[in-house]
C-alpha cells in the first residue's frame, strides 16, 4: 500500500490555536496547579508557579480558555477583584462543594496569560448571570478611557486596559449553563452579544455556545438564529470508554478499552464533518470558525481521590488520542481554528500533574511538544494509505497522519500507531519536494506497556525518544513505526 505526500498542495492553515487548553476553577486545575499565592514555598512569581508557566511555554500554548466550564456560568468576574484578603468566599457547587477563595480572579488570569505568552480566552456568564454583568467584564478588562468600570481596574492597580479578542458568551447552555432549548439559548445569545462592545482598537472574537457532541439540531438552530451575530461557535466531546456510570479507568485497562477509546476517539472527524456541513449551508464563505474548546479523554476519578475534582492518570493511550485528535483537527483547519483540551493541569486529559511542589509532565504534554511544530503551519496534501487495525469484531484505520510546512519550508509529518500488537510499515510517495538533499530526522513516544505513564516518583518513565526507522531514496519515504506509537518526521 502506498501512500502519497503531495508537497505542492496546499489544504489550509493549521490555526496555532487548535493547540489551545482549558483551566477551569475544578478540582487541583488553578488553586494548588497554577496559583500557590505569593507566600508559598514553591517557587512562584506573583503567586504563579514557575515550573508550570516554563513547561507550558515550552510548549508553545498559544491561547487559555477560563474560567470555566460549568464553572463560568456560576462566575461572578466582580467577587475575583480587589484585595484579596476582602474577596469573597463561596462554595463551587459544581465541583466537589469545596470552598472558592476567589484569590484567582482576573488579574491572576492576565497575569498568568502574560507569563506564558498566550492570548487569553474568557467565557462569560450567560446561566445565572446578566447582560450589565457581562458586559461590564467586557468594559472592566478593554475600556482604556473613563468610565466605572475603568475606575475601578485603575482602583485595583491596572491602570491600562488589557487585550483580549476571544470571549465566550455562556458555556454548555444545553446543560449546566441553564438547561435551555436552542432557540432560547439562540436569542438570549443574540441579547447578551450585543453588549459585548469593542472599546478603542480592542476587537471581541464573539463565541455562541454550540453543540454537545452529536446535537446537530442545537448547531442547526444556532446557526439559523443567530449566525450574524457569531464569530464562531463551541463543540464539546469527550472521549469516554465506558460509560458516564462507569467510565473505566485511566490505568489498568483491557487491551479491549484501549481499542474503544481509539474508536471514540476517531469519532471526532465525523462529528466536525457534520457540523461543518450544517455551517456551510448558512455560512457557505466559511467565515464562522468552529472552537472544539472542550475535548479530551474522561475515565474514572483516581482511587481515593474526590469525585468532584475529576483528577485522572494520563498514560499512553492519551497520547494516541491527543496525536490522533490533534491530526483531525489539521485536516479540519479550515473550520477548526481553535481546539482547547480539557485541562491543562490536574484535571481530565491534563497535560501536567502536580502534587505539592512536584511536577510530572503527562505523555500527552510530549505530543503537544512533539506536534507544536504544526502551529500556523500549511497543511499539505497527505493521502495515507495504512491497513486497518481489527480487533473485537471491529476495525478502525491502523494509522492515522499529517503532513505540513512550517515557515522556514520544513515538513513535518505527524504519525500514529493505533494497533498495539503490530509495527506498521507506511511507504509515503513524495511528490513536488526535491529529492537532492533530504535529510529526514524523527522523534517517537512508544512504550511496552499500554498504559506506560509518568508518576511523580518516575517523571520520565515515558518520554519522546529519537527515531530512524525510515528509509528514504528521496522519493519515497518508507517508514516502520512501532506499535501503539506517536511519531513526528522532520524533513529538511
Ligand atoms: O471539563 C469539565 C466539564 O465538562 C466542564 O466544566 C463542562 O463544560 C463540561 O461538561
Known amino acids: 500500500m502506498s501512500s502519497v505526500l503531495n508537497a505542492d498542495t496546499i489544504k489550509g492553515k493549521i490555526n496555532k490555536n487548535i493547540y489551545g487548553h482549558f483551566s477551569e476553577h475544578l478540582g487541583r486545575c488553578i488553586y494548588e496547579g497554577i496559583w500557590v499565592g505569593e507566600d508559598s514555598p514553591i517557587p512562584n512569581t506573583n503567586g504563579i508557579r514557575n515550573d508550570v508557566v516554563e513547561a507550558l511555554k515550552q510548549i508553545r500554548v498559544p491561547v487559555l480558555r477560563w474560567p470555566g466550564g460549568c464553572f463560568a456560568d456560576e462566575y461572578h468576574w466582580k467577587d475575583g477583584i480587589g484585595p484579596r484578603?476582602?474577596?469573597?468566599?463561596?462554595?463551587?457547587?459544581?465541583?466537589?462543594?469545596?470552598?472558592?477563595?476567589?484569590?484567582?480572579?482576573?488579574?491572576?488570569?492576565?497575569?498568568?496569560?502574560?507569563?506564558?505568552?498566550?492570548?487569553?480566552?474568557?467565557?462569560?456568564?450567560?446561566?445565572?448571570?446578566?447582560?450589565?454583568?457581562?458586559?461590564?467584564?467586557?468594559?472592566?478588562?478593554?475600556?482604556?478611557?473613563?468610565?466605572?468600570?475603568?475606575?475601578?481596574?485603575?482602583?485595583?492597580?491596572?491602570?491600562?486596559?488589557?487585550?483580549?479578542?476571544?470571549?465566550?458568551?455562556?458555556?454548555e447552555n444545553w446543560g449546566c449553563?441553564?438547561?435551555?432549548?436552542?432557540?432560547?439559548?439562540?436569542?438570549?445569545?443574540?441579547?447578551?452579544?450585543?453588549?459585548?462592545r469593542n472599546?478603542?482598537?480592542?476587537?471581541?472574537?464573539?463565541?455562541?455556545?454550540?453543540?454537545?457532541?452529536?446535537?446537530?439540531?442545537?448547531?442547526?438552530?444556532?446557526?439559523?438564529?443567530?449566525?450574524?451575530?457569531?464569530?464562531?461557535?463551541?463543540?464539546?466531546?469527550?472521549?469516554?470508554?465506558?460509560?458516564?456510570?462507569n467510565k473505566g479507568p485511566a490505568t489498568g485497562f483491557s487491551r479491549e478499552e484501549w481499542f474503544t477509546t481509539l474508536e471514540k476517539a476517531l469519532f471526532m472527524d465525523?462529528?466536525?464533518?457534520?457540523?461543518?456541513?450544517?455551517?456551510?449551508?448558512?455560512?457557505?464563505?466559511?467565515?464562522?470558525?468552529?472552537?472544539?474548546?472542550?475535548?479530551?479523554?474522561?475515565?474514572?476519578?483516581?482511587?481515593?481521590?474526590?469525585?468532584g475534582f475529576l483528577y485522572q492518570q494520563n498514560s499512553l493511550r492519551d497520547a494516541l488520542v491527543a496525536g490522533l485528535t490533534?491530526?483531525?483537527?489539521?485536516?479540519?483547519?479550515?473550520?477548526?481554528?481553535?481546539?482547547?483540551?480539557a485541562q491543562t493541569i490536574n484535571v481530565l486529559q491534563a497535560v501536567i500533574l502536580t502534587e505539592g511542589e512536584k511536577i510530572a509532565l503527562t505523555p500527552t504534554y510530549h505530543v503537544f511538544d512533539m506536534y507544536k511544530v504544526h502551529q500556523d503551519a500549511e497543511l499539505l496534501d497527505l493521502n495515507l494509505e495504512s491497513g486497518t487495525y481489527s480487533a473485537f469484531g471491529r476495525a478502525i484505520p491502523e494509522v492515522t497522519g499529517t503532513a505540513s510546512r512550517d515557515a522556514e519550508g520544513k515538513i513535518h509529518i505527524s504519525l500514529c500507531n493505533l494497533n498495539d500488537e503490530s509495527a506498521s510499515t507506511v511507504t509515503i510517495d513524495l511528490r513536488g519536494i526535491s529529492a537532492a538533499s533530504?535529510?529526514?530526522?524523527?522523534?517517537?513516544?512508544?512504550?511496552?506497556?499500554?498504559?506506560?505513564?509518568?508518576?511523580?516518583?518516575?517523571?520520565d518513565r515515558i518520554a519522546p525518544k529519537p527515531f530512524d526507522a525510515f528509509k528514504t531514496d528521496g522519493t519515497h519515504l518508507v517508514v516502520e513505526l512501532p506499535s501503539k506509537s506517536v511519531t513526528v518526521l522532520e524533513l529538511v
Open 438 to 459: 533530504l535529510t529526514v530526522t524523527g522523534t517517537t513516544l512508544t512504550s511496552e506497556e499500554l498504559d506506560a505513564h509518568n508518576t511523580f516518583e518516575q517523571p
Open 199 to 245: 472599546y478603542g482598537d480592542n476587537r471581541i472574537h464573539r463565541i455562541a455556545c454550540g453543540p454537545n457532541s452529536d446535537d446537530y439540531n442545537w448547531m442547526d438552530v444556532l446557526m439559523r438564529e443567530a449566525a450574524r451575530y457569531m464569530d464562531s461557535i463551541t463543540l464539546h466531546y469527550y472521549t469516554v470508554p465506558g460509560t458516564w456510570g
Open 326 to 341: 490533534l491530526n483531525i483537527f489539521h485536516k479540519h483547519c479550515n473550520r477548526v481554528r481553535m481546539a482547547n483540551i
Open 85 to 171: 484578603e476582602n474577596r469573597k468566599r463561596m462554595i463551587n457547587t459544581h465541583w466537589g462543594g469545596v470552598v472558592e477563595n476567589n484569590h484567582f480572579g482576573t488579574h491572576e488570569f492576565m497575569e498568568l496569560c502574560a507569563q506564558i505568552g498566550c492570548e487569553p480566552y474568557i467565557n462569560g456568564n450567560v446561566g445565572s448571570g446578566t447582560v450589565q454583568e457581562m458586559s461590564e467584564w467586557v468594559e472592566y478588562l478593554t475600556f482604556g478611557g473613563v468610565s466605572p468600570m475603568a475606575e475601578l481596574r485603575e482602583e485595583n492597580g491596572r491602570e491600562q486596559p488589557w487585550s483580549v479578542t476571544y470571549f465566550g458568551v455562556g458555556n
Open 177 to 196: 449553563g441553564g438547561n435551555m432549548r436552542p432557540e432560547y439559548y439562540a436569542d438570549l445569545y443574540r441579547q447578551y452579544q450585543t453588549y459585548v
Open 270 to 307: 465525523e462529528l466536525i464533518t457534520k457540523h461543518s456541513t450544517i455551517m456551510d449551508k448558512y455560512d457557505p464563505d466559511q467565515r464562522i470558525g468552529l472552537i472544539v474548546d472542550e475535548w479530551g479523554t474522561w475515565y474514572d476519578v483516581e482511587p481515593g481521590t474526590n469525585p
